[in-house]
């Protein structure tokens, strides 16, 4: 499974980026090669784990994200919103990736509409939030991701994520593990 949930879409648009930051800041062309690095070399390391720290699912998803940043700017905002509380606490590995990069594939992210994801953790619950920034043109979608988000959670005989799109914002809450 989590070979097949990296999209090759990312790799391709990250290399895009990175192409373009090559010419205009060289310094951050460097960075970025390394957090893509980063980012893959963790990929390969969890792909036989059923879980991981979340403080681990973190860090990889901050490689993700600084990825992402560099191609949108301003218009994509992450707020991680998490305390100290998470130290015992298990994933299942690119969890969190999988539901940033949801968002971004099917969201407009522009000047006029940025987009904002939180992510958030109650004791419980990690819940991740985006609003809904609707492209105009239908995103092909197989829903890939969350079905396995979801088979993730199956195997685990733990709750299966809950999905809320009440049409301003998309929310999914992960349960969080102990094991």
């Not at 043109?137 to 197989?142: A, L």
């Not at 709750?159 to 809320?164: A, E, K, M, T, W």
Request: proline share 3%; with cysteine; net charge neutral.
């Amino acid at each position: 499974i989590l070979r097949n949930q990296v999209n090759p879409h990312f790799l391709f648009n990250s290399l895009n980026a990175l192409n373009a930051l090559i010419e205009i800041d060289p310094k951050t062309a460097v960075s970025y090669v390394e957090h893509l690095a980063d980012f893959y070399r963790n990929v390969l390391s969890y792909r036989d784990k059923k879980l991981i720290s979340l403080q681990e699912e973190i860090e990889l998803l901050k490689h993700y994200l600084f990825l992402q940043e560099k191609r949108f700017g301003k218009n994509l905002v992450v707020e991680i919103n998490i305390g100290k509380e998470i130290e015992n606490l298990n994933i299942p590995p690119l969890s969190l990736q999988i539901l940033c990069e949801n968002a971004i594939k099917h969201n407009v992210i522009s000047n006029r509409s940025p987009l904002k994801i939180e992510i958030n953790f109650d004791g419980k619950y990690l819940e991740v939030k985006n609003n809904i920034n609707e492209k105009s043109e239908r995103v092909d979608s197989t829903g890939l991701g969350l079905k396995n988000l979801n088979e993730k959670y199956h195997l685990l005989n733990k709750s299966l994520p809950i999905i809320i799109n009440n049409g301003k914002y998309f929310i999914v809450s992960l349960e969080l593990l102990n094991e």
